[in-house]
């Protein structure tokens, strides 16, 4: 009997209809296969989602966008200063550097300003604003939030400070009374991609601004930030944030950013030629919102912002450092959320408060919950007045909707549907709690929630060939809505199996179909060592492993069920 943990669905996506074959017949049929899951069904789409390289949309469709541009060429032309308020998390980070250095260069006075999360809270704030003011700014634009901030932007008109607001999360029903909202997701707005980041809307107001001035600027520069924000924010890597990651992967390989490629030193990503989204997702973001998290995400903007090498060695170790503190308390605090949730006894929802979390934290175990339990999570952080709280949910629940549901009880809230978060006063904690519970599991009572992997095909170990691994490249980056290739292969016959890691988390196992023989590795699943079978069918992905200058075929386990049994 498999561990409880791995009782999941797995659903293999359908077989490609022969006349999509035949429309994709230039690429090997493993290569069709994984185009066709993809929603690519034509040789146009095909060739446009391998090589990326298209034209994008004209910035201008946004609306608004000719006003904002207007605003901030008059405050160049008059010598005015500019704040780029951001967000503390890695697409705030690195739209709020993007936009900086974009600004400076087409010769404006602009300074960054990111709030720091444990005294400001998220997004804009009535105390920086004044702040900003004494400082002598007459014009702030916001980057990867503000779209529902409207009392601040009432706030900024009565002290005489004009605002453009540049954000992606969803907008309410009413719109900041900004000089400008810039965000593709307002009603009837005509931008094409709707999904783009905090970091991909800053680079269409820079594409915007270059293009109006006429200056010779090669905006492309900075698409290495544009990168690093769009895979962080989980947003779908499909249209233009594809190409976006495609070219600004290519960006980074090049090295210009100073800070950059000390941070990648510093991860351990020697190879900054061979960095990929996934490494982007896995070992960089990470990082920069370690900075963030525990201390100050101007200690990240510092960094990208860096052309002194030592100073990028010093910052960058620093980052590393804190990413190290970061995992630790993760797990102390999921252990602990996990404990108050349990003895809430709600079968269909997690929430857990406690005066211990760090806030900057609590993120990260809602999703650790979410992705243990298969629950929407709530994990806050009891402040003397307030409750900060982040919420991470499940495909069958829209989690933003939930808290517009109980909007009355919250001081501050946004988001998107995977993710969002609110401020709450403490007396107020134990009725939303309430409210939450009843409208989630009014909503989720008649669902069977159940994790569900996906798989691209079943194939025949024996089938699996190196050049399959070209055919995968080609679909890079991956990410959210162009997922990793995985295959299911069946009636495995395992050969041994070892739990190894310092931890001992993780399991190595050898496995055959009787004809061709495979290592797999399965990363924090030691636990199936318990009870295993003789036989198994396997999910995976196909990789090549390179480890003390060896490389290997190897297949990395993402589920696995007793033979017969999926």
Known sequence: MMCA?????????????????????AYSPVLRQLLFNRNIFTADE???????????????????MDKAVE??????????????????????VTATVLLTEALLEIGAQAMP????????????????????????IELVITVDCGIRSIHEAEHAKKINLDMIITDHHDPGDT??????????????????????????????????????????????????????????DIVPLTGENRKFVALGVQEIHKGKRIGLRALCGAAGLQNLQAISARDIGFMIAPRINAAGRLESASLAMDLLLCDEVDRAAELAQHLDDLNRQRQSLTRQIQETAETLAVEEQNEHFMFAVSETFNMGIVGLAASRLVDTHYRPAVVGAIGEEFTRASCRSIPELHITWVLDQVADLLVQHGGHAMAAGFTVRN??????????????????????????????????????????????????????????????????????????????????????????????????????????????????????????????LQLQARDIKPAQES
Not at 46 to 64: E, G, R, V, Y
Not at 116 to 124: A, W
Not at 527 to 549: H, V
């Open 71 to 92: 605003r901030i060429l008059t405050a160049i032309r008059e010598q005015q200063k500019i704040a780029v308020y951001g967000d503390y998390d890695a697409d705030g």
């Open 5 to 25: 943990l791995l009782e999941k669905t797995w659903q293999i996506a359908n077989p490609i209809p022969a006349s999509v074959s035949e429309e994709l017949s």
């Open 113 to 136: 300003y990111i709030p720091n999360r444990f005294d400001e809270g998220y997004g804009l704030n009535i105390e920086a604003l004044d702040m900003l003011a004494k400082k002598g």
């Open 427 to 552: 007396d107020q904690v134990s009725e939303l709690y309430q409210k939450m519970s009843q409208i989630i599991s009014d909503e989720l009572r008649e669902q069977t929630l159940k994790p569900l992997l996906s798989a691209d095909m079943e194939i025949q170990l024996s089938e699996l060939h190196p050049s399959i691994l070209d055919d995968i490249a080609k679909l890079e980056p991956c990410g959210q809505q162009n997922p990793p290739v995985y295959f299911v292969s069946r009636n495995l016959i395992v050969r041994n199996y070892r739990i190894i890691g310092r931890d001992r988390s993780h399991l190595k196992l050898t496995v055959s179909d009787g004809k061709i023989t495979y290592d797999v590795i399965a990363f924090g699943k030691g636990e199936w060592a318990q009870s295993m079978p003789e036989k198994i069918d396997l999910l995976y992905a196909f990789e090549r492993n390179s480890y003390n200058g060896r490389t290997s």
């Open 175 to 232: 719109l900041p009374p900004a000089y400008a909202n810039i965000c593709p997701k307002r009603i009837a707005d005509p931008y094409p991609e709707k999904m783009l980041s905090g970091v991909g809307i800053a680079y269409k107001l820079t594409e915007a601004l270059v293009q109006q001035t006429g200056l010779y600027v090669e905006v492309s520069q900075w698409l290495d930030l544009v990168a690093l924000g769009t895979v962080a």
């Open 46 to 64: 095909a060739t446009k989602f391998i090589n990326p390289d298209f034209p994008s949309p004209d910035p201008f469709q946004l609306i608004d």
